[in-house]
C-alpha cells in the first residue's frame, strides 16, 4: 500500500495544501507548530475515519469554517484508489472510495492500512491495560473489518446498559413483581 498524493481543505491548520509524495521514503521536517503531524492525522485519518489526538470530528476543522475535506490517492497493491472525507461541523461525515459513499468507516481499512505512532503514544507502556486494549481494538480493526462493527455494536450495548443501571429505570419493585408472578415469566423458565 501507497499513498501517492493527499489533498487538505479546511484540515486543521491548513486553508488548502496539495501534496505529491515520491514511492520512496518521505520525510517531513519543519518547526514546531508546523503542521506535520497534522498532515500524519490527515493521512491516518483515510484509513480509519478517526483522529488519535481529537474526539470529535469538528475538533478537524479548520477555526471559522464548516466544512473539512480531506482526499488521498492511494495505490492499494492491485488498483488505484481516491479515498475522501468530508467533514462538516453540523451533520455527518461523508466518506468516499472512488466517489462511491461507504456504509462504515471499517470499509476504509480495505484500501489502506496504516500504524501511526506519535511521542504521546507512550503512555501505552505506562499506562493501564485499558489504553492498551483501545490501541490494539483500532489495529485489529484495520486488519479485520467485521471486527470494527462487532466492536461498535459492543460499545453501543455497553453503553445502553451502563445508561440504564444509572438512571434506574428498572426499579426493584418491578424485578419482585415479575420473580412472584409465575405468568409473567418466560417459557424457558416455568
Known amino acids: 500500500m501507497r499513498v501517492d498524493a ?11 495544501e496539495a501534496l505529491s509524495f515520491s514511492p520512496g521514503v518521505n520525510v517531513f521536517y519543519g518547526d514546531n507548530a508546523q503542521g506535520k503531524t497534522n498532515l500524519l492525522e490527515a493521512i491516518a485519518y483515510l484509513s480509519c475515519a478517526k483522529s488519535h489526538r481529537a474526539r470529535y470530528d469538528r475538533e478537524l476543522i479548520y477555526h471559522g469554517v464548516d466544512h473539512a475535506f480531506v ?7 492491485r488498483r488505484a484508489v481516491t479515498i475522501e472525507a468530508r467533514l462538516h461541523r453540523q451533520g455527518r461525515r461523508q466518506l468516499l472510495a472512488n466517489g462511491v459513499g461507504l456504509k462504515s468507516s471499517a470499509e476504509l481499512s480495505e484500501s489502506l492500512k496504516t500504524v501511526l505512532f506519535c511521542p504521546e503514544d507512550l503512555f501505552l507502556v505506562k499506562a493501564g491495560a ?10 485489529i480493526s484495520q486488519l479485520r473489518p467485521r471486527y470494527a462493527v462487532a466492536l461498535a455494536e459492543y460499545k453501543k450495548l455497553y453503553e445502553h446498559k451502563t445508561r440504564i443501571l444509572r438512571t434506574g429505570r428498572t426499579s426493584p419493585t418491578c424485578w419482585k413483581r415479575w420473580m412472584t408472578s ?3 415469566w418466560p417459557r424457558w423458565g416455568r
Open 6 to 16: 493527499v489533498t487538505l481543505d479546511f484540515w486543521r491548520n491548513y486553508p488548502h
Open 71 to 77: 482526499q488521498g490517492e492511494v495505490w492499494d497493491g
Open 130 to 139: 485499558a489504553e492498551r486494549r483501545r490501541f490494539f481494538d483500532a489495529c
Open 182 to 184: 409465575p405468568s409473567a
